[in-house]
């Protein structure tokens, strides 16, 4: 069993929750997880760019001036590649970058990047933490009590709209509903900061059956 510490807003330790390991897919799986990222990596890719072939640009389709007997060297139509204004011998289009991944292997990944961040000490559990308005400043203090400062993830269970106005603003800091982690946004942050009713969520959320990896 794995060891989650849980902290008050302050940061003084009241307590721990027990999570089995066996639940985040046991043994890390590094192949997995880089594969997780560059697909998330490819998928912010808009590949939008286009450029014209001689056949899409403007102009005649006649040679500049006849084959032979001018002095001067063979020229096509002014659409070709060789001179200013054709179009491109090789142009680029709109390319699909992006890669698909099952759901079981993404369901897979974001349990095994929470693994990771439990087993490097840098996931934690925050307790009884009511925001009754946005305060930035307060949400700012308790990143550095928490030192999640530098970086972090905070998941709440569903979009807490307080906890969100506050804390959208600072630099390095993601919040994110817990049903919306992946492991691209776990892995990109330092820390990883769960309210407790988000942990508890956490624990609920769909992951493969044990004999299906």
Do not use: W
């Not at 979009?159 to 390095?172: D, Q």
């Amino acid at each position: 069993m794995l060891s989650v510490p849980v902290v008050s807003e302050s940061g003084e330790s009241v307590g721990a929750e027990q999570i089995d390991e066996a639940l985040l897919g046991g043994e890390l799986r590094f192949a997995l997880l880089k594969q997780a990222l560059v697909r998330a990596q490819a998928n912010r890719r808009q590949g939008t760019v286009a450029q014209k072939s001689r056949g899409e640009v403007e102009g005649s389709t006649r040679k500049i001036y006849r084959q032979k007997g001018t002095g001067r060297a063979r020229m096509g139509p002014v659409r070709s590649p060789v001179r200013r204004g054709g179009g491109r011998a090789f142009p680029r289009k709109p390319t699909d970058y992006s890669l698909r991944l099952p759901r079981k292997m993404r369901r897979l990944a974001r349990d095994q990047a929470v693994l990771a961040k439990i087993q490097s000490e840098e996931a934690i559990i925050v307790d009884g933490l009511r925001f009754d308005a946005p305060k930035t400043k307060r949400f700012a203090a308790m990143l550095k009590a928490l030192r999640g400062d530098r970086g972090c993830l905070f998941a709440t269970n569903g979009r807490e709209e307080t906890l969100h106005k506050s804390g959208r603003n600072i630099p390095r800091t993601e919040i994110l509903d817990v049903a919306d982690l992946n492991a691209a946004a776990i892995l990109a942050r330092r820390r990883l900061i769960f309210t407790r009713d988000a942990f508890a969520a956490f624990r609920g959320l769909p992951r493969l059956v044990k004999g299906e990896a």
